[in-house]
T-cell receptor, first 115, second 115 residues
């Protein structure tokens, strides 16, 4: 079974609009961390935001926020006020406490921002 | 530079050739990871080092893949007798001692094409 599922292969948004990128996860480990990374066409993975399974509040980092719904096992990324530079691939990833230190990535969502 | 550096950026190998991919992590980062990213997919874990010790190599797809980090800094991923299915981007990431919320910093990757 997929550990990380990103069901949106591509998303399109206009500048200054908000966009939500979906991520659901599957784990039986009570302790885990969820990450979102951005991958522009240049190839490097850029860390955006982190949410721990025991965190009571949703994580926020500037224009990025994570809509964490633990019971539904979802960790959607919300980007407010989209910019042209936000166009990239976005990956959701999980680290499970019992499984060690490796990040497990989803297949990604391509976000295209137009003017 | 301050980031993770990978070389070469691009490598074309004939089927059956051996290749060596290099990763220079951020200075002081004890944890180092290798990932394989096929076209249109998310990165998949290959192996993990803490200093010079290879603590997890469960993701290496076959015994043709070998990684080392002899002095706890630079790491090399070697692929022997390359096959077409080895064509992918190989990403290296480094971090401070890996904990649940530790951010991994990625290099730009090496794109390997086996012809």
């Amino acid at each position: 079974a997929q550990k990380i599922t990103q069901t949106q292969p591509g998303m399109f948004v206009q500048e200054k609009e908000a966009v939500t990128l979906d991520c659901t996860y599957d784990t039986s480990d009570p302790s885990y961390g969820l990450f979102w990374y951005k991958q522009p066409s240049s190839g490097e993975m850029i860390f955006l935001i982190y949410q721990g399974s025991y965190d009571q509040q949703n994580a926020t980092e500037g224009r990025y926020s994570l809509n964490f719904q633990k019971a539904r096992k979802s960790a959607n990324l919300v980007i407010s006020a989209s910019q042209l530079g936000d166009s990239a691939m976005y990956f959701c990833a999980m680290r499970e406490n019992q499984a060690g230190t490796a990040l497990i990535f989803g297949k990604g969502t391509t976000l295209s921002v137009s003017s | 530079g301050a980031g993770v550096s990978q070389s070469p950026r691009y490598k074309v190998a004939k089927r059956g050739q051996d290749v060596a991919l290099r990763c220079d992590p951020i200075s002081g980062h004890v944890s180092l990871f290798w990932y394989q990213q096929a076209l249109g997919q998310g990165p998949e874990f290959l192996t993990y080092f803490q200093n010079e010790a290879q603590l997890d190599k469960s993701g290496l797809p076959s015994d043709r893949f070998f990684a080392e980090r002899p002095e706890g800094s630079v790491s090399t991923l070697k692929i022997q007798r390359t096959q077409q299915e080895d064509s992918a981007v190989y990403l290296c990431a480094s971090s401070l001692p890996a904990a649940m919320n530790t951010e991994a910093f990625f290099g730009q990757g090496t794109r390997l094409t086996v012809v």
